[in-house]
C-alpha cells in the first residue's frame, strides 16, 4: 500500500465512477420495450433518471472548469423533446415531467451511452482541476456559492436517490431482484 495519500481529485473522481457503476447494476432488464414505462405512484422512468442524472453531471463538470456546452451528440438543448439518439434538455431537467412515449427518448442503449459519458467527462473535469479550482467558490445549483468540490458529494447523493428509484420501479414493474 502506498504511504502517499491520493489527490483530492482523484478521490472525489474515483467516488463519481463508483457511484455510475452502482447505478448501473440497476439496469439489467431495461431496454426498448420499458425503458419509458411508468409505474402508479412512482416518479420517473428508466431513459428519464438517465438523462436527467447525465444533464446534472454535465452541468456539474462546468464547476470544475469543463466546456459549458452540451455535447449535441447527446442533447438537443432547449427541446422538450428528445429523439432516438439525444435527451431533450427540457424533457430531463428539473422539474420536468416524464412521458410513456418512446420516441421522446433515446433508444436505451444511447441512454445508457449518454450516462456513461456524463459520468466520464465529470471525472476528467475533476481530475484534471487545479487544486485552487477545486476549492474555488462557484455558483451552486439553487443559487448558493460553494468551494467546487461540494458538487461531487451531491453529485453522488442524486444519482443514488436515482438509483433508489430504479429500485423501486424495477419491483413494481416485477423485474426482481438484481442480487439474483
Not at 9 to 38: E, K, P
Not at 73 to 79: H, I, P, V
Amino acid at each position: 500500500m502506498s504511504s502517499v495519500p491520493p489527490r483530492l481529485q482523484d478521490v472525489l473522481a474515483d467516488a463519481v465512477i463508483a457511484s455510475s457503476a452502482m447505478l448501473s447494476r440497476y439496469l439489467a432488464g431495461f431496454d426498448d420495450h420499458n425503458r419509458t414505462r411508468q409505474a402508479t405512484g412512482l416518479p420517473n422512468h428508466a431513459a428519464w433518471c438517465l438523462g436527467h442524472l447525465a444533464l446534472t453531471m454535465h452541468r456539474a463538470s462546468e464547476r470544475f472548469g469543463g466546456e459549458a456546452v452540451l455535447p449535441t451528440l447527446d442533447f438537443n438543448a432547449g427541446s422538450p423533446r428528445g429523439d432516438s439518439s439525444r435527451f431533450g434538455t427540457e424533457s430531463v431537467g428539473f422539474g420536468s415531467t416524464p412521458t410513456d412515449d418512446p420516441s421522446c427518448y433515446p433508444v436505451w442503449a444511447r441512454c445508457v451511452a449518454i450516462f456513461e459519458a456524463a459520468t466520464e467527462r465529470l471525472a476528467t473535469a475533476i481530475r484534471s482541476a487545479s487544486d485552487d479550482a477545486i476549492v474555488k467558490p462557484v455558483a451552486f445549483f439553487g443559487g448558493q456559492s460553494l468551494p467546487a468540490w461540494h458538487a461531487v458529494p451531491r453529485i453522488i447523493f442524486h444519482n443514488g436517490t436515482h438509483c433508489g428509484q430504479l429500485a423501486d420501479l424495477r419491483r413494481v414493474l416485477g423485474m426482481g431482484s438484481i442480487f439474483g
